[in-house]
């Protein structure tokens, strides 16, 4: 199915303890471009990221932006130190004893001294961490590639359209064609009987001169050329494949058998339909600029 280079897809799960979010967004781009915004700490994600999406992405400039929350404080470990606690215990008991004073020594108050409790952050299980992130980047992906399928979708009927207005104006063309040669070749013979007509006149010649010119003028080849590239436009268009580059050297194809049949055209009506189906190529390769 045709994708267009532009689309978005989010998606949200809590797993594991962990609210993971993913969002994946896309412009067009000449190859395949790909940036991320991921935490620093799970920076080892990004090289699987950046493949898990090439299988689905040929052309564009794809961003995708990993949020992770620890809700339920899973990443972190939290212990007492009891050689302090202990040593503190021990000293201020001392302290007491020498002193004289009242043994009120609770564990609230223990507690709140420094360097009791030795808080580790829990070593991430990077497997287990990717198989639930690429869960949640999956299902983006799937959002994303709908998005640019659908959009891909509009672009062909644009697209297609186009190529059927062109068509007709080829026809319009090849009409018009021959008649046009057939009245230069009747307007030449009569202007060089008019200045030879006091001297013999070599009719052959004439006519053998006046179809060589025709034949310069004549656009057969040219609009059955145009024709062959607008089917293979139309064909390209059924792709299951990104065909984007394909695409955009097929329309300068086109462009190009339009500029030589306005070169050759010796007729108003002519000029008037190079330039209507100029300005509809121009617009379908804007719209093959979006297709990946």
């Known amino acids: 199915m045709l994708k267009s280079m532009t689309g978005y897809g989010r998606a949200q799960k ?5 609210d993971i979010l993913v969002e994946i967004r896309s412009v067009n781009h000449r190859y395949y471009e790909y940036s991320s915004r991921i935490p620093r700490t799970y920076n080892y994600i990004d090289e699987k990221l ?5 299988t689905s992405v040929s052309r564009g400039k794809v961003e995708v932006a990993v949020t992770i929350n620890n809700i339920e404080a899973k990443d972190t470990e ?5 050689t302090v606690a202990e040593g503190y215990v021990n000293a201020l008991r001392g302290v007491s004893e020498q002193l004289g004073l009242a043994d009120d020594l609770t564990l609230s108050k223990l507690i709140k001294l420094p360097d009791i409790f030795n808080i580790q952050k829990t070593p991430d299980d990077e497997e287990k961490i990717w198989n639930d992130i690429s869960q949640v980047t999956t299902e983006a992906l799937n959002r994303f590639v709908s998005m640019r399928e659908i959009e891909g979708e509009r672009l062909k009927a644009d697209v297609t359209s186009k190529a059927d207005g062109i068509l007709a104006m080829v026809s319009e063309v090849e009409k018009l064609s021959p008649v046009t040669v057939e009245n230069y070749r009747n307007r030449l013979y009569k202007k060089l009987s008019e200045i030879l007509e006091s001297k013999d006149i070599d009719e ?5 001169e006046a179809a060589v010119f025709s034949e310069k003028i004549a656009v057969d080849e040219e609009t059955v050329r145009l024709r ?3 089917s293979q436009l139309v064909s390209m268009l059924e792709s299951d494949e990104a065909v984007g580059r394909k695409l955009d050297f097929i329309v ?3 462009n190009r058998e339009v500029n030589t049949i306005g070169s050759k055209a010796q007729d108003l009506s002519i000029t008037k339909l190079v330039v209507d189906m100029k300005a509809e190529i121009e617009k379908i390769r804007e719209q093959i ?4």
Not at 14 to 18: C, E, F, P, S, Y
Not at 50 to 54: E, V
């Open 289 to 292: 600029q979006n297709i990946e």
């Open 14 to 18: 809590v797993l594991n303890g962990r």
């Open 50 to 54: 950046k493949t898990l999406l090439k």
């Open 228 to 230: 062959s590239h607008i």
């Open 204 to 208: 052959q010649r004439i006519l053998t």
């Open 252 to 254: 300068q194809e086109m």
């Open 78 to 82: 939290i212990a007492v130190n009891m």
